[in-house]
């Protein structure tokens, strides 16, 4: 029997006409041993919050402050961006206070991830979008996605059960749980919570190769080995799951590709520290780009970066892998562009946290790195071209590195929006993949003067004619593209868009 459990929707409502918490309510009782029963009322989680601000030297501190006395960045709050492009909106944080994460997109509403739960917004006026929903779902990072009436969120961190109204706790407790959830969203105001899968290591990210009768995910997740029991090495691959979609309760692990087959206790994958100083160990991916139109993927895979084959959705293979053991610290994420011929993989230098889009750092490292596609089919290589960073001044109290982005659909060329924390968003040309450039930007001041605090441009995606970013701490951001190297974009409309499931902007292969 299907089943499903009301989530916790934190919205106003015509009726109400105020914000309250919604008691939490089955169904149709319990699907047995995979939806649990929540607590009447449920509280956001403080437990999967970022870590807190951190001091800084006074040096640094002063340098900030000069900084902006001098008018080389802009004061704590203050709104900076370039003539090209307007700030539309800003919808601050209301019921679901922790971290905002990732976006997704579908019609005329735009799914905003929280470490809390998720938000879903109707910007069928992107001057003044409105909030349709905020469901409280705590879990970090609360990765989303979407595909016809089905929405997916990650959940990576230890918590005392699959429900929407777990805490956290230790994961070496044998009932804690972390994996994948599944809400129904046929009602976008009414999101219903489904089904639940644990996966080994949790989910940091996931991405979907969907097909008509089915979704696959595919489950990124990593180490510290040292905290999560089913992360120690090898933990060198990733959780295929498959979701029917007119029975989502059936969703199930199908298999698990190693992706870094080797030998010894390690696995096969980049042994970091101390063989390659600075650059993380391979314990797992951190995320996946997949281009169905292709066939192909995109693993952004802590110490290595690879290309693999995705011809059967069920065994995705390796078909190329590459590193970077001078400049990159953690292989994060990666984007296409339309016509498959180059990657931009990004490094996560100090993993999100820290201030490194500084003269200190330099302009190769905690960036992008460019990569040309060449040869075809399965002997398709790797080559390395460029590496682009924001050429913008950004304070010693910022956390700052390359981040999630996405392609801005012009023929010819390749675009790319993309979010860098409190370095803000840069949209970019890397047409040239020697010599790639930025035409526009938008940014906020430090946060803080005296602490690094962090916060900034989680994701900053490009959907039917304008940029949706979601801020860590502000909030959800709209703005608009106005320069005649972008403007042919805004003839391109999509009914959907998870951006780590890159679509045929222009149907190349449309016979």
């Excluded at 005329?108 to 917004?121: I, M, Q």
């Excluded at 002997?379 to 960073?389: A, D, G, I």
């Excluded at 790639?436 to 490009?462: C, H, M, N, Q």
Aim: hydrophobic share 30%.
């Amino acid at each position: 029997m299907e089943t499903e459990e009301t989530a916790v929707n934190l919205s106003p409502t015509p009726r109400t006409r105020r914000r309250r918490l919604a008691t939490v309510a089955a169904a149709a009782g319990l699907l047995a041993g995979l939806l649990t029963a929540a607590p009447a009322v449920a509280t956001p989680d403080p437990g999967d919050s970022p870590k807190s601000p951190s001091a800084v030297s006074r040096s640094d501190a002063a340098k900030t402050r000069s900084a902006i006395e001098k008018g080389d960045i802009p004061g704590p709050g203050v709104v900076d961006h370039s003539d090209n492009i307007q700030h539309l909106a800003n919808i601050p944080k209301e019921a679901l206070p922790g971290t905002n994460s990732d976006l997704a997109f579908q019609g005329k509403y735009a799914f905003a991830g929280n470490y809390d739960g998720f938000r879903v917004f109707d910007i069928s006026n992107p001057k003044r979008p409105r909030t349709v929903a905020q469901v409280l779902c705590p879990g970090s990072q609360n990765d989303i996605s979407v595909s016809g009436d089905l929405l997916f969120l990650s959940t990576d961190s230890s918590r005392s059960d699959n429900s929407c109204a777990s805490a956290t706790q230790p994961a070496t407790e044998k009932s804690s749980w972390e994996g994948m959830k599944v809400f129904d969203i046929s009602d976008k105001a009414n999101p219903k919570y489904v089904a639940a899968v644990e996966t080994a290591c949790g989910s940091h990210t996931h991405t979907l190769v969907p097909e008509r009768r089915n979704v696959y995910v595919y489950v990124s997740s990593y180490g510290p080995s040292d905290t999560f029991p089913d992360c120690k090495p090898p933990h060198d691959g990733i959780s295929v799951i498959k979701v029917p979609r007119k029975a989502p309760q059936k969703a199930a692990v199908i298999d698990f590709p190693v992706l870094f087959p080797g030998e010894g206790p390690d696995g096969g994958g980049n042994p970091g520290d101390p063989t390659n100083p600075g650059v993380s160990k391979t314990t797992g991916c951190h995320d996946i780009t997949v281009l169905p139109s292709e066939d192909l993927a995109a693993g952004a895979c802590m110490g290595d970066g690879i290309l693999f084959s995705i011809r059967n959705p069920e065994r995705p293979r390796v078909i190329d892998r590459v590193q970077d053991n001078v400049n990159f610290a953690f292989w994060h994420s990666a984007t296409f562009n339309q016509r498959a011929d180059k990657v931009v993989f990004t490094d996560e230098l100090g993993g999100g946290g820290a201030a490194t889009c500084n003269d200190e750092v330099g302009p190769d490292r905690g960036a992008d790195g460019i990569y040309d596609v060449t040869g075809r089919g399965d002997k398709r290589k790797l080559s390395f071209r460029s590496y682009y960073k924001i050429p913008r001044a950004q304070a010693d109290t910022e956390n700052c590195v390359a981040h999630n982005g996405s392609l801005i659909p012009v023929k010819g060329k390749d675009l790319m929006v993309q979010a860098w924390y409190q370095g803000g968003v840069s949209v970019w040309d890397f047409t040239n993949s020697s010599r790639p450039k930025e035409i526009a930007y938008f940014e906020r001041g430090p946060l803080s003067t005296d602490t690094l605090s962090v916060g900034g441009s989680w994701s900053a995606y490009y959907y039917n004619g304008y940029i949706y970013s979601n801020d860590m701490s502000m909030g959800f951001d709209v703005l608009k593209l106005d320069d005649r190297r972008t403007d042919p974009a805004k003839g391109v409309r999509l009914d959907e868009l998870n951006v780590q499931t890159q679509p045929d902007y222009f149907d190349r292969h449309r016979h």
